[in-house]
């Protein structure tokens, strides 16, 4: 299936938006739409999930959101490559912050990833697209990618920080980060009593990446 672009951004007309909307430019709008939508995926479950509520949500029209969203599908691919762009932004952030050595750098967004992964917006978000997916060829693809692109761009932050580490290495971390996160929504995300809390389960897997890549606890090159 061939992949979907984002939809264009077009010049909004008085006469679409509905009394008492907020006046904005283009991409204040697309960014408002995509916020809302996932608020409504959240709150309502993909049944709930419909271009009414969505607009709704946004103060505009539904004939305005279907000019830049022409489908449900076209929708929710968008909101998962909005999703990708925040947790792209927060990684960045983590692991290029000067005030910490690459190691704590590393820690802080383990930390950060797998206590974000039982907060509830994102155990709702992440059931629901998953379940979606089972279904929809396009919201499928958008997931798939979703975890490619967020892995790979991880992948090439560590490269910056620890250039004399082995790639494979660096991907094996990533990717036993994103298993722990992921499993985290799945064990952790409507449950919180389980054998092991998950607080020390976050200390766990700081210690399994300790075992498996000693080098990354060294100094590494800025």
Known sequence: MEKTHKPGVAPQKASARPAGAVKSGPAEITERILDCAREVLVRQGYTGFTVRAVAEAAGISPGNLAYHFPSKQ????????????????????LLTNTKLSPDQGLKSLTQWLLADAVTEESVRTFRELWAISLHDDV???????????????????????????????????????????????????????????????????LRLLDLHAPELGRDAQK
């Open 139 to 205: 919201v499928r693809e958008a997931i798939d990618d979703l975890y490619n692109d967020l892995m790979g761009g991880v992948v090439e932050l560590l490269q910056r920080s620890y250039p004399d580490v082995a790639l494979q290495t660096l991907q094996e971390v990533v990717q036993i980060l994103a298993l722990f996160s992921e499993g985290s929504i799945v064990l952790y995300g409507t449950c919180k009593d389980r054998l092991v809390p998950h607080d020390h389960m976050i200390k766990l897997v």
């Open 74 to 93: 076209y929708l929710l691919r968008a909101v998962v490559e909005h999703m990708v762009a925040g947790y792209a932004t927060q990684f960045e952030e």
